[in-house]
């Protein structure tokens, strides 16, 4: 008896995920999900610099501000509630300093756009087609730092909308970087405060505005595009509520591991297997909590240990435990 609909997986047949691989996350907060198990694992990459960012106008700020080599200045950055904040930035960064918000808003742009430019792979998880624009100056935010909601207009992103906004996003990359893979995908975290029409519609609009820009980059052979199914997997293999945390809205631990264990799958090559055990063993090791610290058994297990961590570091520079 089968109790489950599977979606069927191959691995893709190049430039897989490795270890000598560097990769850029970017979009929905299910991008740092992927993000903190490609952290733990010890891959060289960097997430959501401009922190969470849920809809594509903001990714594509970010983008063409840093290829753009934008400098952040105090015209882009307000006060409000004992904070300065900036509109294309998630509020996790919002400082009590001016100063120290502008210069870290400055840092990641150049890191960003120094990642865009070295990048093997760059996943983009959409979130959201909602976005909120700011009727004072008629630009859209990444982010409304709690002002009032008579300051905004809240639209739905068409297919088109969001579609040429991905265009954009891909055009851009390609100017600095031909041969990184784009990795699209759609976030499975459910936007119930939009309402649960409107969050299916906004899922709807990502999903068929990613296909159709796929799909246009099929006949371009620089570089590649690929449509990675999170929220189908979620939607429709862990069809279930035991795999949403207690706010059934986000995804929980089992689901995300069910999840990457697909993406790895799909993306990351068979050779770096045998380091990611390696890399398990230390990361449970180092979470180890003897009975007796002091026993022969436990100093040699230390002794072990540290063997294994300077072998990988020595093996791989930017693995660091």
Not at 43 to 64: D, M, S, W
Not at 117 to 135: C, D, F, M, N
Not at 203 to 227: D, F, R
Not at 271 to 291: A, R
Request: aromatic share 10%; charged share 20%; net charge positive.
């Amino acid at each position: 008896m089968n109790l489950q609909t599977k979606i069927q997986f191959k691995k893709q047949s190049n430039n897989l995920i490795d270890y000598n691989s560097n990769i850029l996350l970017l979009g929905s907060c299910f991008s740092e999900n992927v993000g903190d198990k490609l952290e733990y694992f010890k891959f060289k990459n960097l997430q959501n610099p401009f922190g969470i960012l849920f809809h594509p106008k903001a990714i594509e700020v970010l983008i063409t501000d840093a290829l753009n080599n934008k400098l952040y200045t105090d015209n882009d950055v307000f006060f409000h509630n004992e904070q300065w904040h900036c509109f294309n930035v998630h509020s996790k960064l919002s400082n009590t300093s001016k100063e120290e918000l502008i210069r870290y808003l400055n840092h990641k742009l150049q890191q960003t756009k120094n990642q865009l430019q070295t990048a093997s792979h760059i996943v983009i998880t959409l979130g959201t087609a909602w976005v909120y624009r700011l009727i004072e100056n008629n630009s859209i935010v990444a982010n409304c730092h709690k002002i009032p909601q008579k300051n905004f207009k809240k639209e739905l992103l068409s297919v088109q909308n969001v579609s040429e906004s991905l265009q954009n996003i891909i055009n851009q990359i390609r100017t600095v970087n031909k041969d990184a893979s784009i990795i699209f995908t759609v976030s499975p975290v459910r936007h119930l405060k939009d309402g649960f029409m409107e969050n299916t519609r906004s899922k709807s609009h990502l999903i068929s505005a990613i296909h159709q820009v796929i799909n246009a980059q099929s006949a371009n052979k620089i570089g590649s595009t690929n449509y990675f199914p999170s929220f189908e997997i979620m939607m429709d293999e862990l069809r279930d509520y035991r795999f949403y945390n207690d706010d059934m809205l986000h995804p929980n631990q089992l689901a995300i591991n069910y999840i990457w264990e697909k993406f790895m799958l799909v993306w990351i090559d068979e050779s770096s297997y045998k380091t990611m055990d390696l890399v398990d063993g230390i990361q449970k090791g180092l979470l180890h909590k003897p009975f007796n610290p002091k026993a022969e058994a436990h100093k040699k297990f230390l002794k072990n240990l540290q063997k294994k961590i300077e072998m990988l570091e020595s093996q791989f520079t930017h693995v660091s435990f």
